[in-house]
Every structure is written in structure tokens, then in C-alpha cells.
């Protein structure tokens, strides 16, 4: 089976830095995926990681370690439109090809 | 990426009554999956729906009661039958391409 573990919540200032940690378990991994979701919306797609080592993409970078089965998710000069839920997936083998699940998410509160 | 559409994007039932969800998306794709986010949680697999075989479900959900349909490498539908109050939530659905996941925009559904 899979176990996706996640803070509920967070809050940081503006233009400040966090980091979001996930840890996992599970059979077959085949990759992490990190989401943003407001409110209302469907989630969209920040960054997916197969290898270890951290990607950067503008403001927000993700890490990966296989071997500790740990992710996180850094997000820099934080603005407001950061409030939102962040949601940590994995990516595994599934009958005839792949799944992903989902972590329950990350509530950030980027406050003044 | 790719362009999901989905409808309807929201809809109120009655209970007892079914409801179909359309998925069209502009490249052809080999897996799409369901999900259902309920209210304030994060988002759950329903199925794996895979062209020209059958839709394999995860564990808590049944066929009789989320029939899928897979006509082809563009199109899914998921049934949602029988309807009670507690299937009230956002049902998404989504594609794999080029190692990203991606969603359509949801379909929020009340069943009174």
C-alpha cells in the first residue's frame, strides 16, 4: 500500500521563505508530484521529480530523496496568492501501467 | 500539458438519480483516471480507465456504482449511480502526459 505524510497547516509572512515536507512509503515508486490548489479550483501541476535532487523552477523548487522516501517543496519571496492547499503525490505501479495518489495537503496561510 | 475539458461543471440531484461526467481531452492519451476530492479533503482515486479494457477501481469503489466508459484515446465518462447526499463533492478527471499530471476543471455535485 502507499502512505503519504504531510503538515496539515502552515503559515508564513510575505516575502518570506518555507519549506513543505512529505514524507512516503510505497511499492513501486515512479515519481513525486507536488500540486497548488486553490480553493474552488483544480490543482495545478508546480513539479514532478524522478531522481534525487532538487529542481527549481522560479520561486518554488522540489526535492527528492528516494531512499529516506522524502520530498519537500520550497517556496521563496513568498507572496499572497501563495495562500492555498499544497498536495504531495506519488506516483506507483498500478495494474497495466501507473497511479498516483495523494497526501491529504498542506493548508499555507501567507499572512502581511 | 494538455487540455482537459469536463462537464457538466456543476450540477444539483436529486436523490436516486444518476449523473454522467464527460471528459474530453485534446490529445489522445492512453490512461485517464477519477478522482473525487470531497468537501475540505484532499483528493481520492476512483478508477483507472484505460481504452479498450476494463476500468480497474480502487478499493471502496465499484463499477455499479461508478460505471466508466473509455471509447477512446481522447474521451472518458464516469456514471455516477443512484445518488445520495453523501456523493456530494468535486469529481475530476485526469491525464498523464509527458511525466505531468493534469486535471480538468472538476464537477461539483450536490444530490439533495
Known amino acids: 500500500g502507499q502512505n503519504i505524510d504531510q503538515p496539515t497547516e502552515m503559515t508564513a509572512t510575505e516575502g518570506a521563505i518555507v519549506q513543505i515536507n512529505c514524507t512516503y512509503q510505497t511499492s513501486g515508486f515512479n515519481g513525486l508530484f507536488w500540486y497548488q490548489q486553490h480553493a474552488g479550483e483544480a490543482p495545478t501541476f508546480l513539479s514532478y521529480?524522478?531522481?534525487?535532487g532538487l529542481e527549481e523552477k522560479g520561486r518554488f523548487s522540489s526535492f527528492l530523496s528516494r531512499s529516506k522516501g522524502y520530498s519537500y517543496l520550497l517556496l521563496k519571496e513568498l507572496q499572497m496568492k501563495d495562500s492555498a492547499s499544497y498536495l504531495c503525490?506519488?506516483?506507483?505501479?498500478?495494474?497495466?501501467?501507473?497511479?498516483?495518489?495523494f497526501g491529504a495537503g498542506t493548508r499555507l496561510f501567507v499572512k502581511a | 500539458s494538455a487540455v482537459i475539458s469536463q462537464k457538466p461543471s456543476r450540477d444539483i440531484c436529486q436523490r436516486g438519480t444518476s449523473l454522467t461526467i464527460q471528459c474530453q481531452v485534446d490529445?489522445?492519451?492512453?490512461?485517464m483516471f477519477w478522482y473525487r476530492q470531497q468537501p475540505g479533503q484532499s483528493l481520492t482515486l476512483i478508477a483507472t480507465?484505460?481504452?479498450?479494457?476494463?476500468?480497474?477501481?480502487e478499493s471502496g469503489f465499484v463499477i455499479d456504482k461508478f460505471p466508466i466508459s473509455r471509447p477512446n484515446l481522447t474521451f472518458s465518462t464516469l456514471t455516477v449511480s443512484n445518488m445520495s447526499p453523501e456523493d456530494s463533492s468535486i469529481y475530476l478527471c485526469?491525464?498523464?502526459?509527458?511525466?505531468?499530471?493534469?486535471f480538468g476543471s472538476g464537477t461539483q455535485l450536490s444530490v439533495l
Open positions: 485526469s491525464v498523464e502526459v509527458s511525466g505531468g499530471l493534469f
Open positions: 503525490a506519488v506516483r506507483g505501479t498500478n495494474t497495466g501501467g501507473f497511479k498516483t495518489i
Open positions: 521529480n524522478v531522481l534525487d
Open positions: 490529445s489522445q492519451v492512453t490512461m
Open positions: 480507465a484505460n481504452q479498450g479494457s476494463e476500468a480497474t477501481y
